[in-house]
C-alpha cells in the first residue's frame, strides 16, 4: 500500500538518511531547547523526529510543507518553505 501510494503522490523516500542528517538535526534540536529555556518555557514540545525532517530537506535542497513554519524557519533558515 505503501509503495502504491508513493508512487501515486510522486513522494520519493530517502530510506537512508545518513550521519550528517543525525548530527545537523541535533544541532538544530539543541538550539531548540536552549531558546525555549531562555524564554522560560516549559520543556520542549518537539521531538527530534521533526528535526530530522527539517535537516532532511535542508541538506537535500528539497522544499518542506509544513503547517508549523516557525518552527521550521527558525531551525533552517535556509530552507524553503511554500506558503499557500
Known sequence: MLDGFFHA???RVDWEAGEQIWRVAGRAFQSYVERR??????LPRRNLADFLIGAHA???RYSLMTLDQRLYRAAFP???IPTF
Do not use: F
Open 37 to 42: 529555556k531562555r524564554c522560560k518555557e516549559e
Open 9 to 11: 503522490t510522486a513522494i
Open 58 to 60: 535542508a541538506l537535500h
Open 78 to 80: 535556509k530552507l524553503e
